[in-house]
């Protein structure tokens, strides 16, 4: 069964630190574009970070950048999402996706494997 299953979310004080995870089965994740997308009430979801399948090209939304890390482990088959000095407006469900295209995209359509999603509350 093909399936992205992520962890690590809850509740964190502004300043805090989460790690998220996603652990893929029925599938290699390195053979794959990943990416990270997150969405907030009311808002469109969005890439976070995203890492091309060869080449190891990334990509990090500027709102994230120097707080977010993208990292895979592809003996476990799973990737992750280090955040860190995490703000109220980073709260969001949190998702990851994987592609067969070689390049990674920021466009949510071009991901066709999808997680249920991991919850991300940030407030004191």
């Known amino acids: 069964q093909v399936q992205l299953v992520e962890s690590g979310g809850g509740l964190v004080q502004p300043g805090g630190s989460l790690r998220l995870s996603c652990a893929a089965s029925?599938?290699?994740?390195?053979?794959?574009?990943v990416g990270w997308f997150r969405q907030a009430p009311g808002k469109e979801r969005e890439a976070v970070t995203c890492?091309?399948?060869?080449?190891?090209?990334?990509y990090l939304a500027d709102s994230v950048k120097g707080r977010f890390t993208f990292s895979r482990d592809n003996a476990k088959n799973t990737v992750y999402l280090q955040m860190n000095i995490l703000k109220p407006e980073d709260t969001a469900v949190y998702y990851c996706?994987?592609?067969?295209?070689?390049?990674?995209?920021?466009?949510?359509?071009?991901?066709?494997?999808w997680g249920q999603g991991t919850q991300v509350t940030v407030s004191s």
């Open positions: 996706a994987a592609s067969t295209r070689t390049y990674f995209s920021t466009q949510k359509e071009s991901y066709d494997k």
């Open positions: 029925g599938f290699t994740l390195a053979d794959h574009a």
């Open positions: 890492i091309s399948k060869d080449d190891g090209t990334t």
